[in-house]
């Protein structure tokens, strides 16, 4: 991975990874004054085989070996207020794992796709384009696949060694962008028309690949008409 440095974006002056934490640096011109070089972070907490990622205010990892983070005092005036942070993105460094959760991390593909855009001016058409691995080498405990598809990130499960509930079946993520910032939406598989294009539609096809909603934490139900 490049260093701290090199990593930028429309936003961003330098992204760190230390003790599995990845904290954004934000630019301190050129962008909104609410988050000029204030600082967001990015953690991942493991529970029952499955890994669950938080978004918050910056925090630390006092040993690579363990799970906690505290909220990092040396930068309470890099913190975003509140208001200013999507609602997915306000953890607190004690949040924890709870029964239901996501069975990907899709991460740094949210960030691949996210970058892509403010340059290209559209979404990628596809994993290449967005600069991933090919979308069945992409695995996990609980996934079989991941596929971009005009921005649009989609995780098909296993079909076997999982719960009954998820096998075969697929989750998508998405975005749209707002006011010069991404916003984004998890719930059933949604497909994008065009790569310039926000509007997403439910993906017909894949009626009989929906997780029944009872089975999706809270964050994952979204509608693909949510703005």
């Not at 301190?28 to 085989?49: C, D, F, T, Y």
């Not at 669950?52 to 909220?71: E, H, I, L, M, S």
């Not at 609602?87 to 949040?95: L, N, P, V």
Request: aromatic share 4%; charged share 30%.
């Amino acid at each position: 991975m490049a260093s701290a440095s090199e990593i930028k974006g429309k936003y961003v002056e330098s992204v760190t990874v230390e003790k599995g934490v990845v904290t954004a640096k934000m630019l301190s011109s050129g962008v909104n004054n609410e988050i000029k070089n204030k600082k967001l972070s990015l953690w991942a907490k493991r529970e029952a085989g499955s890994v669950k990622w938080f978004c918050g205010q910056p925090v630390t990892r006092d040993n690579a070996g363990t799970d906690a983070v505290t909220a990092d005092t040396t930068g309470k005036d890099k913190e975003i207020d509140t208001k200013h942070l999507p609602s997915t993105c306000r953890d607190k460094s004690s949040a924890v794992c709870t029964k239901h959760h996501a069975p990907i991390s899709n991460t740094s593909k949210k960030s691949a796709v996210a970058g892509y855009c403010p340059n290209h001016g559209k979404w990628p058409e596809d994993n290449d384009k967005a600069g991933v691995a090919s979308a069945s080498t992409i695995k996990g405990k609980y996934v079989k696949s991941v596929t971009v598809a005009k921005g649009v990130v989609t995780a098909e499960m296993l079909s076997s060694g999982v719960n009954k509930e998820i096998q075969g079946k697929r989750l998508s993520l998405w975005a749209k962008r707002e006011a010069g910032s991404v916003k984004w939406f998890c719930g059933q598989p949604v497909k994008r028309a065009k790569a310039d294009d926000d509007a997403v539609t439910a993906d017909a096809a894949g009626k009989d690949k929906e997780i029944d909603t009872k089975h999706l934490p809270s964050t994952c139900r979204d509608e693909p008409t949510a703005k």
